[in-house]
Protein backbone atom coordinates (compact mmCIF):
# COMPACT_ATOMS: atom_id res chain seq x y z
CA UNK A 1 0.00 0.00 0.00
CA UNK A 2 1.32 2.86 -0.90
CA UNK A 3 -0.01 6.47 0.70
CA UNK A 4 0.44 9.78 0.18
CA UNK A 5 -0.78 11.96 3.19
CA UNK A 6 -1.53 16.06 2.71
CA UNK A 7 1.85 15.94 -0.05
CA UNK A 8 2.43 19.26 -1.38
CA UNK A 9 5.50 19.82 -3.85
CA UNK A 10 6.00 23.46 -4.60
CA UNK A 11 8.78 24.69 -6.85
CA UNK A 12 10.80 27.69 -5.72
CA UNK A 13 9.02 30.30 -8.36
CA UNK A 14 5.78 29.46 -6.69
CA UNK A 15 4.28 26.76 -8.81
CA UNK A 16 2.29 24.50 -6.91
CA UNK A 17 2.61 21.13 -8.44
CA UNK A 18 0.71 19.31 -6.32
CA UNK A 19 -0.98 20.79 -3.70
CA UNK A 20 -2.12 18.90 -0.47
CA UNK A 21 -2.26 15.17 -1.68
CA UNK A 22 -4.01 12.55 -0.13
CA UNK A 23 -4.23 9.28 -2.19
CA UNK A 24 -3.83 5.92 -0.85
CA UNK A 25 -2.93 2.82 -3.42
CA UNK A 26 -3.41 -0.51 -2.65
CA UNK A 27 -1.47 -3.42 -2.40
CA UNK A 28 -1.56 -5.85 -5.59
CA UNK A 29 -3.08 -3.69 -8.59
CA UNK A 30 -2.61 -1.16 -11.36
CA UNK A 31 -3.24 2.68 -10.20
CA UNK A 32 -3.22 4.58 -13.08
CA UNK A 33 -2.63 8.45 -12.84
CA UNK A 34 -4.32 10.43 -15.21
CA UNK A 35 -4.97 14.10 -16.13
CA UNK A 36 -4.11 16.89 -18.60
CA UNK A 37 -0.57 17.88 -18.74
CA UNK A 38 0.96 20.24 -15.78
CA UNK A 39 -1.53 18.11 -13.19
CA UNK A 40 1.31 16.94 -11.19
CA UNK A 41 0.42 13.57 -11.92
CA UNK A 42 3.99 13.02 -13.10
CA UNK A 43 5.68 14.86 -10.01
CA UNK A 44 3.36 12.79 -7.55
CA UNK A 45 4.29 9.72 -9.30
CA UNK A 46 8.38 10.45 -8.86
CA UNK A 47 7.73 11.55 -5.47
CA UNK A 48 6.87 7.76 -4.10
CA UNK A 49 10.59 6.92 -5.48
CA UNK A 50 12.20 10.36 -4.21
CA UNK A 51 13.44 11.46 -7.50
CA UNK A 52 11.81 14.49 -6.59
CA UNK A 53 10.68 15.37 -2.57
CA UNK A 54 8.21 16.56 -1.34
CA UNK A 55 7.90 20.23 0.06
CA UNK A 56 5.49 18.95 2.71
CA UNK A 57 3.60 15.79 3.89
CA UNK A 58 4.74 12.24 4.20
CA UNK A 59 4.75 9.37 1.71
CA UNK A 60 4.57 5.81 2.99
CA UNK A 61 4.99 2.69 1.56
CA UNK A 62 4.04 -0.23 3.57
CA UNK A 63 3.69 1.96 5.95
CA UNK A 64 7.36 3.02 5.80
CA UNK A 65 8.57 6.82 5.24
CA UNK A 66 10.16 7.33 1.96
CA UNK A 67 12.14 10.24 2.91
CA UNK A 68 13.54 8.59 5.66
CA UNK A 69 15.22 6.07 3.60
CA UNK A 70 18.64 6.15 1.26
CA UNK A 71 17.01 7.25 -2.09
CA UNK A 72 19.41 4.90 -4.17
CA UNK A 73 18.41 1.78 -2.05
CA UNK A 74 14.38 2.37 -2.01
CA UNK A 75 15.03 3.47 -5.62
CA UNK A 76 16.27 0.20 -6.22
CA UNK A 77 13.71 -1.79 -4.50
CA UNK A 78 10.75 -0.27 -6.78
CA UNK A 79 10.46 -0.90 -10.41
CA UNK A 80 10.82 2.32 -12.84
CA UNK A 81 10.08 2.36 -16.34
CA UNK A 82 9.97 5.69 -18.23
CA UNK A 83 8.46 6.87 -21.70
CA UNK A 84 11.61 6.21 -23.96
CA UNK A 85 12.67 3.16 -21.78
CA UNK A 86 15.89 4.98 -21.52
CA UNK A 87 17.71 2.14 -21.70
CA UNK A 88 22.04 2.48 -21.73
CA UNK A 89 22.88 2.52 -25.38
CA UNK A 90 26.58 1.13 -24.36
CA UNK A 91 25.17 -2.07 -22.22
CA UNK A 92 23.64 -4.87 -24.48
CA UNK A 93 19.86 -5.80 -24.15
CA UNK A 94 20.81 -8.69 -21.48
CA UNK A 95 23.62 -6.59 -19.44
CA UNK A 96 20.55 -3.74 -19.28
CA UNK A 97 18.45 -6.13 -17.89
CA UNK A 98 20.45 -7.49 -15.09
CA UNK A 99 21.35 -3.63 -14.18
CA UNK A 100 19.79 -3.80 -10.83
CA UNK A 101 20.75 -6.72 -9.41
CA UNK A 102 24.40 -6.12 -10.29
CA UNK A 103 23.93 -2.91 -8.58
CA UNK A 104 22.42 -5.14 -5.43
CA UNK A 105 25.66 -7.05 -5.42
CA UNK A 106 24.28 -10.19 -7.40
CA UNK A 107 27.16 -11.88 -9.55
CA UNK A 108 26.87 -10.92 -12.78
CA UNK A 109 26.61 -14.35 -13.76
CA UNK A 110 23.90 -14.99 -11.78
CA UNK A 111 22.18 -11.98 -12.83
CA UNK A 112 22.46 -12.47 -16.25
CA UNK A 113 20.25 -16.17 -16.14
CA UNK A 114 18.13 -14.39 -14.50
CA UNK A 115 17.86 -11.56 -17.09
CA UNK A 116 17.37 -14.10 -19.78
CA UNK A 117 14.47 -15.50 -18.18
CA UNK A 118 13.00 -11.84 -17.64
CA UNK A 119 13.17 -11.65 -21.66
CA UNK A 120 11.47 -14.36 -22.38
CA UNK A 121 9.05 -13.16 -19.71
CA UNK A 122 8.50 -10.31 -21.76
CA UNK A 123 8.24 -11.44 -25.13
CA UNK A 124 11.72 -11.06 -26.39
CA UNK A 125 13.68 -13.91 -28.03
CA UNK A 126 17.00 -15.25 -26.45
CA UNK A 127 18.60 -13.98 -29.84
CA UNK A 128 17.72 -10.54 -29.21
CA UNK A 129 19.94 -11.07 -25.71
CA UNK A 130 23.51 -9.42 -26.94
CA UNK A 131 22.19 -7.27 -29.23
CA UNK A 132 22.38 -3.23 -28.13
CA UNK A 133 19.79 -0.99 -27.74
CA UNK A 134 20.17 1.09 -31.14
CA UNK A 135 19.27 -2.70 -33.03
CA UNK A 136 15.79 -3.06 -31.06
CA UNK A 137 12.68 -1.44 -32.20
CA UNK A 138 10.98 1.11 -30.39
CA UNK A 139 8.33 -1.36 -28.69
CA UNK A 140 11.12 -3.83 -27.92
CA UNK A 141 12.84 -1.54 -26.17
CA UNK A 142 10.51 -0.57 -24.12
CA UNK A 143 9.48 -4.49 -23.51
CA UNK A 144 13.45 -4.60 -22.64
CA UNK A 145 12.34 -1.60 -20.02
CA UNK A 146 10.16 -3.52 -18.51
CA UNK A 147 12.33 -6.70 -17.89
CA UNK A 148 14.65 -4.33 -16.53
CA UNK A 149 12.38 -3.06 -13.74
CA UNK A 150 11.53 -6.57 -12.95
CA UNK A 151 14.53 -7.97 -12.64
CA UNK A 152 14.83 -7.17 -8.72
CA UNK A 153 11.73 -8.30 -8.15
CA UNK A 154 10.45 -5.14 -6.87
CA UNK A 155 7.11 -5.08 -5.09
CA UNK A 156 6.27 -2.04 -6.46
CA UNK A 157 6.77 -0.60 -10.18
CA UNK A 158 6.31 2.94 -11.10
CA UNK A 159 5.97 3.62 -14.71
CA UNK A 160 5.54 6.98 -16.18
CA UNK A 161 3.73 7.06 -19.77
CA UNK A 162 5.36 3.47 -20.97
CA UNK A 163 3.26 3.01 -24.13
CA UNK A 164 3.04 6.75 -25.48
CA UNK A 165 6.28 6.44 -27.59
CA UNK A 166 5.12 3.71 -29.71
CA UNK A 167 2.28 3.58 -32.36
CA UNK A 168 -1.46 2.32 -31.80
CA UNK A 169 -1.16 -1.49 -33.00
CA UNK A 170 2.36 -1.91 -30.87
CA UNK A 171 0.72 0.01 -28.37
CA UNK A 172 -2.03 -2.52 -28.20
CA UNK A 173 0.05 -5.22 -28.21
CA UNK A 174 2.45 -3.88 -25.20
CA UNK A 175 -0.85 -3.23 -23.34
CA UNK A 176 -2.43 -6.57 -23.84
CA UNK A 177 0.78 -8.59 -22.70
CA UNK A 178 1.41 -5.86 -19.98
CA UNK A 179 -2.08 -6.87 -18.71
CA UNK A 180 -0.97 -11.07 -19.21
CA UNK A 181 2.24 -10.29 -17.21
CA UNK A 182 0.37 -8.41 -14.17
CA UNK A 183 -1.83 -11.11 -13.83
CA UNK A 184 0.89 -13.65 -13.63
CA UNK A 185 2.70 -11.03 -11.01
CA UNK A 186 0.77 -9.58 -9.29
CA UNK A 187 2.44 -6.34 -8.62
CA UNK A 188 1.23 -3.27 -7.24
CA UNK A 189 1.73 -1.04 -10.61
CA UNK A 190 1.32 2.93 -10.35
CA UNK A 191 1.11 4.26 -14.03
CA UNK A 192 0.98 7.66 -15.45
CA UNK A 193 -0.80 8.67 -19.02
CA UNK A 194 -2.46 11.35 -20.12
CA UNK A 195 -4.83 9.15 -22.43
CA UNK A 196 -7.55 8.46 -20.48
CA UNK A 197 -8.42 5.48 -22.50
CA UNK A 198 -5.54 3.84 -21.74
CA UNK A 199 -6.33 4.82 -18.03
CA UNK A 200 -9.89 2.87 -18.31
CA UNK A 201 -8.21 -0.09 -20.14
CA UNK A 202 -5.57 -0.82 -17.71
CA UNK A 203 -6.50 0.23 -14.42
CA UNK A 204 -8.01 -1.38 -11.39
CA UNK A 205 -8.32 2.02 -9.71
CA UNK A 206 -8.11 5.73 -11.61
CA UNK A 207 -6.93 8.54 -10.28
CA UNK A 208 -7.79 11.88 -11.96
CA UNK A 209 -5.77 14.48 -11.54
CA UNK A 210 -6.81 18.57 -12.07
CA UNK A 211 -4.97 21.45 -12.77
CA UNK A 212 -2.37 22.12 -9.36
CA UNK A 213 -1.97 18.59 -8.43
CA UNK A 214 -5.26 18.55 -6.99
CA UNK A 215 -7.07 14.88 -7.17
CA UNK A 216 -10.58 14.91 -8.77
CA UNK A 217 -11.51 11.52 -8.26
CA UNK A 218 -10.37 7.98 -7.36
CA UNK A 219 -12.20 5.44 -8.59
CA UNK A 220 -12.98 1.85 -10.89
CA UNK A 221 -12.90 2.77 -14.24
CA UNK A 222 -16.71 1.37 -14.54
CA UNK A 223 -17.67 4.01 -11.90
CA UNK A 224 -15.14 6.69 -13.14
CA UNK A 225 -17.62 6.40 -16.92
CA UNK A 226 -21.01 5.87 -15.15
CA UNK A 227 -20.15 8.41 -11.93
CA UNK A 228 -18.26 11.61 -13.03
CA UNK A 229 -17.42 12.89 -9.94
CA UNK A 230 -17.92 16.45 -11.22
CA UNK A 231 -17.62 18.48 -14.86
CA UNK A 232 -14.19 18.03 -15.05
CA UNK A 233 -14.05 14.81 -14.92
CA UNK A 234 -17.12 14.38 -17.03
CA UNK A 235 -15.09 16.54 -19.58
CA UNK A 236 -11.95 14.95 -19.14
CA UNK A 237 -13.35 11.47 -18.99
CA UNK A 238 -15.23 12.57 -22.72
CA UNK A 239 -17.72 11.30 -24.87
CA UNK A 240 -19.60 8.06 -25.48
CA UNK A 241 -18.86 7.46 -21.73
CA UNK A 242 -22.54 5.39 -21.99
CA UNK A 243 -21.14 3.01 -24.77
CA UNK A 244 -17.57 2.73 -23.23
CA UNK A 245 -19.04 1.73 -19.74
CA UNK A 246 -20.64 -1.36 -21.55
CA UNK A 247 -16.59 -2.60 -21.41
CA UNK A 248 -17.22 -3.48 -17.92
CA UNK A 249 -20.29 -5.12 -18.34
CA UNK A 250 -20.02 -8.72 -19.00
CA UNK A 251 -22.50 -10.50 -21.07
CA UNK A 252 -22.69 -13.91 -19.30
CA UNK A 253 -26.14 -13.11 -18.10
CA UNK A 254 -27.16 -12.21 -21.31
CA UNK A 255 -30.39 -14.52 -22.52
CA UNK A 256 -29.66 -15.72 -26.14
CA UNK A 257 -32.18 -17.03 -28.63
CA UNK A 258 -32.04 -20.23 -30.82
CA UNK A 259 -29.48 -20.27 -33.95
CA UNK A 260 -32.79 -20.62 -35.94
CA UNK A 261 -34.16 -17.94 -35.17
CA UNK A 262 -35.49 -15.96 -38.38
CA UNK A 263 -34.72 -12.10 -37.96
CA UNK A 264 -36.45 -9.62 -40.41
CA UNK A 265 -36.35 -12.11 -43.03
CA UNK A 266 -32.74 -13.46 -42.35
CA UNK A 267 -32.08 -16.96 -41.02
CA UNK A 268 -28.41 -17.45 -39.96
CA UNK A 269 -26.80 -20.66 -41.92
CA UNK A 270 -24.16 -22.57 -40.70
CA UNK A 271 -21.82 -24.83 -42.23
CA UNK A 272 -20.99 -28.80 -41.55
CA UNK A 273 -19.40 -27.83 -38.02
CA UNK A 274 -22.09 -25.20 -36.79
CA UNK A 275 -19.86 -22.25 -37.62
CA UNK A 276 -22.07 -19.33 -38.10
CA UNK A 277 -21.12 -18.63 -42.12
CA UNK A 278 -23.65 -16.10 -42.78
CA UNK A 279 -27.10 -14.28 -42.80
CA UNK A 280 -29.32 -15.55 -45.54
CA UNK A 281 -32.58 -14.63 -46.70
CA UNK A 282 -34.05 -13.79 -50.31
CA UNK A 283 -30.73 -12.93 -52.17
CA UNK A 284 -26.85 -13.93 -51.03
CA UNK A 285 -24.93 -14.76 -48.00
CA UNK A 286 -24.82 -11.77 -46.08
CA UNK A 287 -21.78 -11.41 -43.80
CA UNK A 288 -22.22 -11.73 -39.76
CA UNK A 289 -19.26 -9.32 -39.03
CA UNK A 290 -17.85 -11.18 -36.25
CA UNK A 291 -19.25 -13.23 -33.23
CA UNK A 292 -18.63 -12.79 -29.35
CA UNK A 293 -17.73 -15.33 -26.46
CA UNK A 294 -19.78 -15.56 -23.46
CA UNK A 295 -17.41 -14.03 -21.15
CA UNK A 296 -17.55 -10.73 -23.90
CA UNK A 297 -18.45 -7.18 -22.79
CA UNK A 298 -21.71 -5.92 -23.41
CA UNK A 299 -19.53 -3.49 -25.43
CA UNK A 300 -18.77 -6.29 -28.10
CA UNK A 301 -22.58 -7.69 -28.48
CA UNK A 302 -23.91 -3.83 -29.33
CA UNK A 303 -20.78 -3.17 -31.55
CA UNK A 304 -22.16 -6.81 -33.49
CA UNK A 305 -25.61 -5.96 -33.25
CA UNK A 306 -24.72 -2.25 -34.74
CA UNK A 307 -23.03 -3.99 -37.55
CA UNK A 308 -24.61 -6.77 -38.38
CA UNK A 309 -26.93 -7.02 -41.62
CA UNK A 310 -29.82 -9.02 -38.91
CA UNK A 311 -29.11 -6.54 -36.46
CA UNK A 312 -28.63 -9.19 -33.72
CA UNK A 313 -25.08 -10.65 -32.76
CA UNK A 314 -24.39 -13.63 -33.25
CA UNK A 315 -22.52 -15.86 -30.01
CA UNK A 316 -20.23 -18.58 -30.48
CA UNK A 317 -18.48 -21.75 -27.87
CA UNK A 318 -15.06 -22.09 -27.88
CA UNK A 319 -15.07 -24.25 -31.04
CA UNK A 320 -16.64 -21.50 -33.06
CA UNK A 321 -19.83 -23.16 -33.22
CA UNK A 322 -22.81 -20.71 -33.40
CA UNK A 323 -24.90 -21.00 -30.06
CA UNK A 324 -27.12 -18.36 -29.62
CA UNK A 325 -28.27 -14.75 -31.27
CA UNK A 326 -28.78 -11.53 -29.41
CA UNK A 327 -31.26 -8.86 -31.24
CA UNK A 328 -30.86 -5.03 -30.59
CA UNK A 329 -34.26 -5.02 -28.83
CA UNK A 330 -33.32 -7.88 -26.18
CA UNK A 331 -29.86 -6.50 -25.80
CA UNK A 332 -31.39 -2.65 -25.56
CA UNK A 333 -34.18 -4.31 -22.57
CA UNK A 334 -30.81 -5.94 -20.78
CA UNK A 335 -28.90 -2.86 -21.00
CA UNK A 336 -32.19 -0.70 -19.51
CA UNK A 337 -32.44 -3.73 -17.07
CA UNK A 338 -29.32 -3.49 -15.38
CA UNK A 339 -28.89 0.91 -15.55
CA UNK A 340 -32.35 0.98 -13.39
CA UNK A 341 -30.74 -2.15 -11.14
CA UNK A 342 -27.50 -0.02 -10.78
CA UNK A 343 -29.57 3.23 -9.98
CA UNK A 344 -31.91 1.49 -7.61
CA UNK A 345 -28.96 0.72 -5.51
CA UNK A 346 -27.75 3.94 -5.34
CA UNK A 347 -31.06 5.31 -4.48
CA UNK A 348 -31.39 3.40 -1.49
CA UNK B 1 59.36 16.48 -51.79
CA UNK B 2 62.51 16.87 -53.42
CA UNK B 3 65.54 14.67 -53.65
CA UNK B 4 67.80 16.12 -51.14
CA UNK B 5 64.93 16.21 -48.32
CA UNK B 6 64.50 11.98 -49.79
CA UNK B 7 68.34 11.67 -48.97
CA UNK B 8 68.08 13.28 -45.44
CA UNK B 9 65.22 11.30 -44.41
CA UNK B 10 66.94 7.83 -45.48
CA UNK B 11 70.21 8.44 -44.47
CA UNK B 12 71.14 5.58 -42.39
CA UNK B 13 73.57 7.85 -39.77
CA UNK B 14 70.19 10.00 -39.23
CA UNK B 15 68.85 7.14 -37.83
CA UNK B 16 71.95 5.81 -35.90
CA UNK B 17 70.74 5.41 -32.23
CA UNK B 18 74.74 6.53 -31.17
CA UNK B 19 73.98 9.75 -32.36
CA UNK B 20 72.35 11.95 -29.82
CA UNK B 21 71.19 14.46 -32.96
CA UNK B 22 69.13 11.30 -34.11
CA UNK B 23 65.72 10.95 -35.28
CA UNK B 24 65.04 8.20 -32.50
CA UNK B 25 66.45 10.25 -29.96
CA UNK B 26 64.44 13.51 -31.62
CA UNK B 27 61.50 11.57 -32.14
CA UNK B 28 61.35 10.47 -28.28
CA UNK B 29 62.01 13.97 -26.90
CA UNK B 30 59.44 15.21 -29.06
CA UNK B 31 56.81 12.46 -28.00
CA UNK B 32 57.98 13.01 -24.29
CA UNK B 33 57.26 17.10 -24.39
CA UNK B 34 54.27 15.90 -26.03
CA UNK B 35 53.50 13.25 -23.30
CA UNK B 36 54.01 15.25 -20.58
CA UNK B 37 51.42 18.12 -21.60
CA UNK B 38 48.30 16.04 -22.76
CA UNK B 39 48.60 14.00 -19.77
CA UNK B 40 48.79 16.89 -17.28
CA UNK B 41 46.03 18.76 -19.54
CA UNK B 42 43.89 15.41 -19.25
CA UNK B 43 44.25 15.49 -15.44
CA UNK B 44 43.04 19.38 -15.39
CA UNK B 45 40.16 19.14 -18.36
CA UNK B 46 38.69 16.11 -17.88
CA UNK B 47 37.39 15.79 -14.31
CA UNK B 48 36.54 19.62 -14.65
CA UNK B 49 34.56 18.80 -17.86
CA UNK B 50 32.69 15.56 -16.16
CA UNK B 51 32.09 17.81 -13.51
CA UNK B 52 30.41 20.28 -15.08
CA UNK B 53 28.31 17.94 -17.67
CA UNK B 54 27.18 16.06 -15.11
CA UNK B 55 25.84 18.68 -12.92
CA UNK B 56 25.80 21.40 -15.68
CA UNK B 57 27.03 24.26 -13.75
CA UNK B 58 29.27 26.38 -14.41
CA UNK B 59 29.57 25.48 -17.93
CA UNK B 60 29.53 29.46 -19.22
CA UNK B 61 32.50 29.81 -17.39
CA UNK B 62 34.82 27.32 -17.96
CA UNK B 63 34.28 26.88 -21.48
CA UNK B 64 34.75 30.89 -21.99
CA UNK B 65 38.27 30.44 -20.37
CA UNK B 66 39.03 26.77 -22.40
CA UNK B 67 38.23 29.08 -25.32
CA UNK B 68 40.11 31.71 -24.12
CA UNK B 69 43.24 29.71 -23.88
CA UNK B 70 42.46 28.32 -27.15
CA UNK B 71 42.84 32.08 -28.68
CA UNK B 72 46.44 32.44 -26.87
CA UNK B 73 49.32 32.29 -29.07
CA UNK B 74 51.85 29.46 -28.09
CA UNK B 75 54.98 31.31 -28.58
CA UNK B 76 53.87 34.49 -26.70
CA UNK B 77 52.48 32.20 -23.93
CA UNK B 78 55.76 30.32 -24.12
CA UNK B 79 57.96 33.63 -23.94
CA UNK B 80 56.19 35.05 -20.86
CA UNK B 81 56.61 31.60 -18.73
CA UNK B 82 59.98 31.49 -20.10
CA UNK B 83 60.42 35.37 -18.57
CA UNK B 84 58.92 34.04 -15.58
CA UNK B 85 60.52 31.04 -14.56
CA UNK B 86 63.29 30.86 -16.72
CA UNK B 87 64.54 27.99 -19.51
CA UNK B 88 63.77 24.42 -19.04
CA UNK B 89 60.81 22.22 -20.09
CA UNK B 90 58.03 24.28 -17.56
CA UNK B 91 57.76 27.21 -19.93
CA UNK B 92 57.16 24.63 -23.00
CA UNK B 93 54.88 22.33 -21.13
CA UNK B 94 52.48 25.10 -19.77
CA UNK B 95 52.15 26.56 -23.52
CA UNK B 96 51.10 22.71 -24.87
CA UNK B 97 48.57 22.40 -21.45
CA UNK B 98 47.31 25.62 -22.12
CA UNK B 99 46.57 24.38 -25.75
CA UNK B 100 45.58 21.15 -25.27
CA UNK B 101 43.26 21.98 -22.29
CA UNK B 102 40.24 23.14 -24.65
CA UNK B 103 39.58 20.36 -26.49
CA UNK B 104 39.78 18.01 -23.74
CA UNK B 105 37.84 20.40 -21.60
CA UNK B 106 34.83 20.97 -24.05
CA UNK B 107 34.51 17.50 -25.91
CA UNK B 108 34.27 15.80 -22.10
CA UNK B 109 31.62 18.36 -21.35
CA UNK B 110 29.61 17.93 -24.83
CA UNK B 111 30.11 14.29 -24.55
CA UNK B 112 28.49 13.96 -20.76
CA UNK B 113 25.76 16.96 -22.34
CA UNK B 114 24.77 14.33 -25.01
CA UNK B 115 23.61 11.90 -22.80
CA UNK B 116 20.30 11.14 -23.44
CA UNK B 117 18.25 12.73 -20.35
CA UNK B 118 15.83 9.53 -20.18
CA UNK B 119 19.03 7.54 -20.21
CA UNK B 120 20.09 9.52 -17.21
CA UNK B 121 16.66 9.55 -15.49
CA UNK B 122 16.41 5.68 -15.82
CA UNK B 123 19.79 5.29 -14.49
CA UNK B 124 19.15 7.49 -11.54
CA UNK B 125 15.26 5.90 -11.06
CA UNK B 126 16.76 2.26 -11.06
CA UNK B 127 18.77 3.00 -8.31
CA UNK B 128 22.15 4.06 -9.34
CA UNK B 129 24.18 6.86 -7.45
CA UNK B 130 25.40 9.60 -8.77
CA UNK B 131 28.83 8.69 -8.91
CA UNK B 132 27.78 5.58 -10.56
CA UNK B 133 25.87 7.34 -13.02
CA UNK B 134 28.69 9.37 -14.23
CA UNK B 135 31.47 6.37 -14.27
CA UNK B 136 29.05 3.88 -15.88
CA UNK B 137 26.56 5.34 -18.13
CA UNK B 138 27.33 8.94 -18.46
CA UNK B 139 31.38 8.42 -19.28
CA UNK B 140 30.76 5.38 -21.34
CA UNK B 141 28.10 6.77 -23.77
CA UNK B 142 30.01 10.17 -23.91
CA UNK B 143 33.89 8.14 -25.01
CA UNK B 144 33.31 8.59 -28.62
CA UNK B 145 32.83 12.79 -27.88
CA UNK B 146 35.78 12.47 -25.81
CA UNK B 147 38.56 10.34 -28.03
CA UNK B 148 37.73 12.72 -30.53
CA UNK B 149 38.80 15.87 -27.91
CA UNK B 150 41.63 13.58 -27.07
CA UNK B 151 42.93 12.81 -30.64
CA UNK B 152 42.39 16.67 -31.82
CA UNK B 153 44.22 17.58 -28.95
CA UNK B 154 47.33 15.30 -29.41
CA UNK B 155 47.58 16.45 -32.96
CA UNK B 156 48.10 19.90 -31.59
CA UNK B 157 50.34 19.33 -29.21
CA UNK B 158 52.21 17.16 -31.44
CA UNK B 159 52.65 19.44 -34.21
CA UNK B 160 53.19 22.56 -31.61
CA UNK B 161 55.76 20.35 -29.47
CA UNK B 162 58.67 21.78 -32.03
CA UNK B 163 58.45 24.80 -30.61
CA UNK B 164 60.69 23.07 -27.60
CA UNK B 165 63.46 23.48 -30.31
CA UNK B 166 63.32 27.23 -30.15
CA UNK B 167 63.91 27.67 -26.40
CA UNK B 168 66.78 25.56 -26.54
CA UNK B 169 65.21 22.25 -25.79
CA UNK B 170 65.49 18.39 -28.34
CA UNK B 171 62.53 17.20 -29.98
CA UNK B 172 61.71 17.07 -33.82
CA UNK B 173 61.59 20.90 -33.89
CA UNK B 174 65.68 20.67 -33.82
CA UNK B 175 65.27 20.28 -37.39
CA UNK B 176 62.88 23.41 -38.27
CA UNK B 177 64.83 25.43 -36.32
CA UNK B 178 68.34 24.62 -37.40
CA UNK B 179 67.46 24.09 -40.94
CA UNK B 180 66.24 27.61 -41.01
CA UNK B 181 68.90 28.94 -38.90
CA UNK B 182 71.26 27.27 -41.86
CA UNK B 183 69.11 28.18 -44.97
CA UNK B 184 68.83 23.87 -44.95
CA UNK B 185 65.88 23.59 -45.91
CA UNK B 186 65.79 19.91 -46.63
CA UNK B 187 66.34 19.69 -43.02
CA UNK B 188 63.28 21.56 -42.09
CA UNK B 189 61.12 19.64 -44.65
CA UNK B 190 62.21 16.34 -43.28
CA UNK B 191 61.61 17.69 -40.12
CA UNK B 192 58.32 18.63 -41.03
CA UNK B 193 57.84 15.31 -42.34
CA UNK B 194 58.64 13.77 -39.16
CA UNK B 195 56.24 15.24 -37.37
CA UNK B 196 53.30 14.42 -39.49
CA UNK B 197 53.79 11.08 -39.86
CA UNK B 198 54.52 11.00 -35.85
CA UNK B 199 50.98 12.67 -35.37
CA UNK B 200 49.29 10.65 -37.81
CA UNK B 201 50.79 7.33 -36.00
CA UNK B 202 49.14 8.70 -32.57
CA UNK B 203 46.46 10.04 -33.86
CA UNK B 204 45.87 6.29 -35.36
CA UNK B 205 46.90 4.72 -32.32
CA UNK B 206 44.36 6.39 -29.70
CA UNK B 207 41.78 5.56 -32.74
CA UNK B 208 42.96 1.98 -31.63
CA UNK B 209 42.49 2.18 -28.04
CA UNK B 210 39.36 4.12 -28.94
CA UNK B 211 38.11 0.92 -30.65
CA UNK B 212 38.95 -1.40 -28.38
CA UNK B 213 37.57 0.84 -25.16
CA UNK B 214 34.63 2.14 -26.73
CA UNK B 215 30.77 0.54 -26.82
CA UNK B 216 29.69 -1.30 -30.41
CA UNK B 217 26.54 -0.01 -29.11
CA UNK B 218 27.39 3.80 -28.93
CA UNK B 219 30.34 4.59 -31.79
CA UNK B 220 27.84 3.27 -34.69
CA UNK B 221 29.29 -0.18 -34.91
CA UNK B 222 26.12 -1.77 -33.58
CA UNK B 223 23.59 -0.27 -35.97
CA UNK B 224 22.83 -1.48 -39.24
CA UNK B 225 24.22 -0.69 -42.46
CA UNK B 226 26.33 2.30 -40.89
CA UNK B 227 29.61 2.12 -40.22
CA UNK B 228 31.74 4.44 -37.97
CA UNK B 229 33.47 7.26 -39.76
CA UNK B 230 37.30 6.96 -39.02
CA UNK B 231 39.03 10.42 -38.47
CA UNK B 232 42.24 11.10 -38.57
CA UNK B 233 41.33 14.44 -37.72
CA UNK B 234 43.70 16.72 -40.27
CA UNK B 235 46.69 14.91 -39.87
CA UNK B 236 47.51 16.17 -42.97
CA UNK B 237 47.23 19.52 -42.04
CA UNK B 238 50.03 18.72 -38.83
CA UNK B 239 52.99 19.75 -41.46
CA UNK B 240 51.42 23.06 -42.47
CA UNK B 241 50.28 24.07 -38.74
CA UNK B 242 53.82 23.18 -37.44
CA UNK B 243 55.94 25.31 -40.22
CA UNK B 244 53.15 28.05 -39.33
CA UNK B 245 54.71 27.79 -35.85
CA UNK B 246 57.72 28.45 -36.96
CA UNK B 247 57.38 31.05 -39.20
CA UNK B 248 55.68 32.79 -36.17
CA UNK B 249 58.82 32.87 -34.71
CA UNK B 250 61.34 35.89 -34.68
CA UNK B 251 64.46 35.33 -36.58
Sequence with gaps: MIEFDDVTKRYPDGTVAVGGLSLTIPTGGITVLVGPSGCGKTTSLRMINRMIDPTSGTIRIDGEDVLKQDPALLRRSIGYVIQHAGLFPHRTVVDNVATVPVLNGVPRKQARARAYELLERVGLTAGMADRYPVQLSGGQQQRVGVARALAADPPVMLMDEPFSAVDPVVREGLQQEFLRLQGELGKTIVMVTHDIDEAIKLGDHVAVFAEGGRLAQLSTPEELLSKPADDFVAGFVGRDRGYRGLSFAGSADLAVEPVTTEVEGLRLSLDDAGRPLGWTGSGALLPTEGSFHLGDSLRVVTDLTLLSPAGAAVRVDAEGRADGIVRQGALAAYVRERQLGRLGSTGS | ?251
Design chain 2, 1 to 251: MNADTFDFLFDGANWAWSSYDSFPHRILEHLQYSAIALVIAFVIAFPIGLLIGHTNRGSFVAINIGNAGRALPTLGVLMLVLVLVGTGLVPVTVALVILAVPPILTTTYAGIRSVSGATVDAARGIGMRERQIVTSVELPIALPIIFGGVRNAALQVISTATIAAYVGLGGLGRYLFDGLALSDYPRVVAGSVLVAVLAVAVDLLIGLVQRLVVSPGVDGRASKGRRRRSTPSGAAATAVHSLEEVSQAPR
